[in-house]
Structure formats: structure tokens, C-alpha cells
């Protein structure tokens, strides 16, 4: 047999509502102690029914004491709200800062760029005119430095090359005499005459 389902609304026969009352208030109280033994939380529960009669549940023994934790949450999470609401603020005015700056860039972005000019006035266009100068001349201070540079590089590398080229050189003419030198003996060995060697 299905049993039906119960419609959220108070029950009118007053012996069924005092009947489910009893069931459910049990039922509740039963939840509530389980909660507090498995999961090792303090819970307290107060129940007045509709003649005003207490039932009460709490885990610590202590219904008083646990109010008082609850109470005590509830002004502190109550304090932390202003708190709240005042960094809500903060970071919506950052918000606003942050995007009329970005429009700002947006527009000097454009005008740079030789856009959305018509508005402009003399002065915003000689103002314009002045910053593009000044950006200008910085691009060519730092070309002219990163010229200097590669020039200064290639200086030192050819100075480089240099002292291998000599270095090289000084190799081959070294090895030149002692091939000279090496056919001198082999000549005199075998009584040829003697050439004329002339490396110093």
C-alpha cells in the first residue's frame, strides 16, 4: 500500500494535528540526539507546542550555555556585516576609478593614433602634438643608444678577429721555417749543397 503524500498545511482535526505533533516532535528530538553522536556536534532544539507546553533537546547538557554560543555567533556575524558592506563600497568605487582610467587611455589611445580628432580644440591638439614630439625623440634616443652599442660590439669583435688573424699568421710563418729548417738537414744529409735558409 503507497502511502500518500502530505500537503504542507496546518491539519485541521485537531486529533490527527495532536497525533502527528507527538510523531514528529519524537522524530525531531531522535535526529537532533543522532546528529549530536555521530557527527560529534552540539545541537539544541526547543519545541513549544500550540498550548505552550517545552520540550527541549541539547547536546551539552546545558540548554543555557549553548543559547549563549548561539547569541554570541549571531553578534559577531551581525558586526561583520557593516564590515562587509564597507569593502562592497571600496571595491565598487575601485571599480569606477579603475574604468573611467581605462576610458581615459582609450581616447589618449586614439588621439595618438591620429583618431577622433574632430572634437578636439586647439590646445588638446597642441597637446597632442607636444606628447608625440616627446615620444618621438625617446624612440630615437633609444635607437641611437642600441646603435652605439652594435657598434661598439663590432668594434670589439673586429679587434678580436684581429688578434687571431696575427696569431694565425705567426702560426704559419713558424711552421714555414721549421719545414725550411727540416729540409736544410735532410739536404746536408744527402751532401746537396746547402740552401740558404731565411728564416731569422
Do not use: W
Amino acid at each position: 500500500m503507497v502511502r500518500g503524500k502530505i500537503q504542507m498545511k496546518r491539519i485541521e482535526n485537531a486529533t490527527s494535528r495532536q497525533v502527528t505533533f507527538c510523531k514528529r516532535r519524537s522524530g525531531l528530538l531522535k535526529k537532533a540526539s543522532e546528529l549530536y553522536v555521530l557527527c560529534d556536534a552540539e545541537v539544541a532544539v526547543i519545541i513549544f507546542s500550540h498550548t505552550g507546553r517545552l520540550y527541549e533537546f541539547s547536546s551539552s547538557n546545558n540548554m543555557q550555555k549553548t543559547i549563549e554560543r548561539y547569541r554570541k555567533c549571531k553578534t559577531e556575524a551581525q558586526t561583520d556585516i557593516p564590515d562587509t558592506e564597507q569593502y562592497i563600497q571600496q571595491l565598487r568605487l575601485e571599480a569606477e576609478n579603475m574604468a573611467k582610467k581605462i576610458e581615459f587611455l582609450e581616447v589618449s589611445q586614439r588621439k595618438m593614433l591620429g583618431q577622433s580628432l574632430g572634437s578636439c580644440s586647439i590646445e588638446e591638439l597642441k597637446e597632442v602634438e607636444s606628447q608625440l614630439e616627446r615620444s618621438l625623440k625617446n624612440i630615437r634616443a633609444r635607437k641611437g643608444h642600441l646603435f652605439q652599442e652594435q657598434i661598439e660590439q663590432l668594434k670589439a669583435k673586429e679587434v678580436y678577429m684581429r688578434e687571431e688573424n696575427a696569431k694565425l699568421s705567426a702560426k704559419d710563418e713558424a711552421l714555414t721555417c721549421s719545414r725550411q729548417n727540416s729540409e736544410v738537414e735532410t739536404g746536408l744529409f744527402l751532401g746537396l749543397g746547402l740552401p740558404v735558409n731565411r728564416c731569422s
